[in-house]
């Protein structure tokens, strides 16, 4: 009989494996926003608390250009809602994952990045992994590597010298471990397929500072409408003989024997 601990135990034993290409991404752009905000006259509590509180990885590089300038509120709403637009979209694909997590359901929500957003929706759990909490994990140890390495940034800031320009590519280079990850597990790549023809034909038609968005909404649409097309062939298809119920079996070999 497992216990609440073995179940927590074996959620995050599972969970963290997923979580290693995130770690070196999150450490090495957080150790860039922690020498960042160094470099702007930050103490390292700053991107420690902002890490923690704020979690919005772009947003938090914004805040330190709208913490140098005048205060203006709603400018720093307005930045950061079209920026974390996304999430909307995030949200509404993982309404049915998130049925039945309990009090776990508000830090998913809060901690839930682009990084944990793709292991979460994507990933094979095992059915004998407590599904909450294995994306509780997902997100909480996610959520650490970005905390720890913002917060060593900040911590080494001044001592660090060597020019950091293009490291923000490890975000992409995590992403592209994880599509590749789904690519290999995914047998008809009908998800991949989707969301590369989708971003492309936005990217042309929009260009590179307008299409993640309409690319988003175009995604969740044909997603849910295949998703619904499969429910309902798997309801309408005829069942094998080993997949009918029971007592249809029983009265299946009686009807043969009568025969």
């Known amino acids: ?11 995050f034993t599972v969970a963290f494996p997923y979580t290693i290409p995130t770690l070196a991404g999150f450490m090495f752009l957080g150790i860039s926003y922690g020498v960042y905000m160094s470099a702007s006259g930050f103490s390292f509590l700053y991107p420690m608390f902002m890490s923690a509180f704020i979690y919005a990885g772009s947003m938090e590089f914004i805040t330190v250009n709208l913490l140098l300038t005048a205060f203006n509120p709603l400018q720093a709403l307005a930045t950061a809602l079209i920026i974390n637009a996304r999430h909307l ?17 508000g830090y998913l929500i809060f901690g839930m990045c682009d990084e944990s957003f793709s292991i979460n929706y994507t990933a094979d759990i095992p059915h004998h992994v407590d599904k909450g909490w294995f994306m509780f994990f997902v997100n909480l140890l996610n959520q650490g590597y970005w905390i720890a390495g913002s917060t060593l940034g900040g911590i080494l800031g001044s001592l660090i010298t060597f020019n950091l320009e293009g490291i923000d590519f490890v975000l992409t280079a995590i992403f592209v ?16 397929i989707i969301g590369l023809l989708s971003s492309l034909i936005f990217l042309i038609l929009l260009g590179p500072d ?6 988003m909404v175009a995604i969740v649409v044909l997603l849910t409408l295949l ?14 003989e080993s997949e009918k119920p029971e007592s249809q079996k029983t009265e299946s070999t009686e009807s043969n024997r009568g025969k």
């Open 177 to 192: 471990v994880i599509f590749l990850e789904q690519w290999l597990t995914d047998k008809k790549h009908i998800n991949a």
């Open 89 to 105: 979209f995030y949200g509404i694909s993982m309404l049915d994952k998130y049925k039945g997590t309990g009090w776990k359901k």
């Open 210 to 215: 307008n299409f993640i968005i309409p690319a």
């Open 1 to 11: 009989m497992n216990t609440k601990s073995d179940t927590v135990k074996k959620a």
């Open 227 to 240: 998703r619904k097309k499969y429910n309902i062939e798997n309801d309408t298809k005829p069942q094998n």
